[in-house]
């Protein structure tokens, strides 16, 4: 059974470069046709997709986000890893990464997802 | 602005049969993308309800069903419970966002 857990600081100042490590168990994160994502929730609000990484490094960010986010991969650790950059109070969220499939041309969606990590951005 | 549109929120009775629309567009559904759906309960991680407009990943009840026609699809639920209530998101690929995956804005279903 494939787990995400998020981690990093709860809390990050205005300005400042939000930046969370999600680890994966139970599998390995460069076996299959997978892709890993971010993906955000502000509160009593609806999801929106951040970006995504495969194991061979290519990316793909949400264009509304892409001049301030970086996302890595760290295949020795099974780990990948979100940066965003230049953060104010409209980036508070729960951050969830996730798992994602491509079963062929036209079909992309997520199996697999963390538990979710609150940052909110605050002085 | 959510690229894929839902209702905010649908109601039943137990027992009842509700559905749950999502509207999209000739660069995502349209497109011949397909849809996927997931449950969000209270205070939890998103779950894969639907994928692939209508397939059920194991351990989900077949009384969650899914279908896709032109630029929509939908999500229907019989012998609604109330274990049912929560959240419920559509979500799909876009061509026209550099690739991006979409969701829809998410409704709130009540069991009343």
Redesign the interface.
Known sequence: QVQLQESGPGLVKPSQTLSLTCTVSGGSISSGSYYW?WIRQPAGK????IG?IYTSGST????SL?SRVTISVDTSKNQFSLKLSSVTAADTAVY?CAR?IR?DW??????Y????TLVTVSS | QSVLTQPPSVSGAPGQRVTISCTGSSSNIGAGYDVHWYQQLPGTAPKLLIYGNSNRPSGVPDRFSGSKSGTSASLAITGLQAEDEADYYCQSYDSSLSGSMVFGGGTKLTVL
């Open positions: 994502s609806g999801l929106e997709w995504r793909n960010y949400n264009p892409k969830y994602g079963e036209n079909r992309y969606y997520f199996d997802w963390g538990q979710g």
